[in-house]
């Protein structure tokens, strides 16, 4: 049975980062390239960043009822396809999903064992700090960021796990560790225990 994991945080809190690592270090993990209607930036690449569609596009597949979550964001679409669910089905995988706290909030009621953890950043001045390194916001941008993220921090009591991005590897440990207790808590018991329970039997 496939799980899906959802992992929400500010912009700027590492998560994307996190992931990169979570989908390297956990075999069998399916990541969700989201859609968006935003533009483009620095390096990313269409179909592994994001998929980057027209907006006439994504408003089409709203009315067709094809994404799991959707939500707009700084006047951008961003949303999750149901096919993702399919795919890992059929690969036996389990999803891993980077969505804001809006979608979510949609994909919570609509999957409601999924797992979820929201990243925070160990300060709102570490906050700033890093969103200011990458280099690739203006000052009015990076104010209505800081202020979006005030608001998404006090959402983190709707999610399973809290994670503060100290320390890249001991975040990276600790978020594996989530993934992979969660296989071991939902794994079926008679697919585990049973055949040890059967050596038993006289």
Known sequence: ??????????????KSTLVSR?????????????????????????????RFVRREDFERMIAGDEFLEWAQVFGN???????ILEQAQATGCDVVLD??????????????????????????????????ARGEDPDEVIERRLREAAGEIRKYKDYDYVLINRDLAESDAVLSAIVRGERVRRTRIEDQIGPVLETFRV
């Open 1 to 14: 049975m496939t799980t899906v994991f959802i992992i929400s945080a500010p912009s700027g809190s590492g």
């Open 22 to 50: 979570l989908l390297a270090g956990v075999p069998r993990l399916l990541f969700s390239v989201s859609y968006t209607t935003r533009a483009v930036r620095g390096h990313e690449v269409d179909g592994q960043s994001y």
């Open 77 to 83: 679409y961003y949303g999750t396809h149901r096919g």
């Open 99 to 132: 969505i804001d706290v809006q979608g979510a909030g949609q994909l919570k009621k609509r999957i409601p064992d999924a797992v979820t953890v929201f990243i925070l950043p160990p300060s709102r001045q570490v906050l700033e700090e890093r969103l200011r």
